[in-house]
Each structure stands twice: as C-alpha cells, then as structure tokens.
C-alpha cells in the first residue's frame, strides 16, 4: 500500500519518532510553531464566538494604559471584509500552519525543499495580515485594540 508518508519518503513510524522523540533544532522550531498556532486558534475562537454572535462581549484585562475595545474591533467593517467574520478564516490559516509544521521529518527540507517554503510563505502572509491590523487597522482606522 502507498501512503502519503511513504510518498514523501519516510513511514508513519518514523514520522512519529521523529516529531515526538528527536530533539533537533528543527524539530524544535517546528514545535514552536504548533504552539504558537494553538494559541492563535485559541484566540480566534473566542473572537469567533463574538463576530457570530454566539456572545454579545468577551472580557477584557484591565490595564491604566491601553482602553481594550474588543468588540469595536472584531465587529468592524475590515473584520466583516472577506466575505465573512475574519476570525474563522485565521483558524482555518492557523490550522493549515500547523498541517505544515507538522508534516515530514525533522530534515525535510534536503528531500522536500517545498514542504518548507509553503510553510514559510503560508505564515509570512499570516504575519502579514496581522501587522497591517496591529500596525495600521487599529491604531488609525479603529482607534481601539484587542487583546486577542
């Protein structure tokens, strides 16, 4: 039997081992790469359950410095611009990164060396999108932050 695995050259065992026991840099980035993408879903979610209208607010930390405006901003016209509530549309992205990180062994980049550049040009327009709305969308056009 074919199988993906076997296709990109190592066996479903070998996967394994290799993104649960080895220990290499590049597992490791890998790693953190699933982490941090876990976390963005974690926060998309919520932001979801607010841009769906599932619930009306969500809470916000208090702080003396920064006024958080969370509805203000996931409620926004940029946020309802692709056809649809952004939030969805980043889980499916941080889904996607971590498919990415975690497909292949830890040098698969000498048999596979498109396997990481999709990854890095799939996280790089992510990194993208998320500066124009730190860096832009919400300091002058919304006048308001979110914490998530």
Not at 72 to 83: H, I, P, R
Request: aromatic share 6%; with cysteine; net charge positive.
């Amino acid at each position: 039997m074919v199988t993906i695995t076997r296709v990109l050259g190592h066996t479903p065992a070998q996967l394994r081992d290799a993104l649960r026991e080895d220990d290499s840099p590049q597992i490791r980035y890998r790693r953190a790469q699933v982490a941090t993408n876990l976390v963005g879903i974690a926060m998309m979610a919520l932001t979801t359950l607010l841009q769906t209208g599932l619930v009306r607010n969500l809470p916000e930390p208090r702080s003396g410095r920064i006024h958080w405006k969370t509805r203000k901003v996931n409620t926004s016209d940029e946020a309802f611009s692709y056809g649809g509530p952004d939030s969805p549309i980043n889980l499916v992205a941080h889904s996607v990164n971590i498919v990415l990180a975690s497909t292949g062994p830890a040098h698969r980049a000498r048999r596979h060396p498109w396997l990481p550049l999709l990854a890095t040009v799939t996280a790089g327009a992510q990194a993208a999108v998320a500066a124009k709305y730190l860096f832009h969308q919400m300091p002058y056009v919304d006048r308001a932050w979110c914490p998530y």
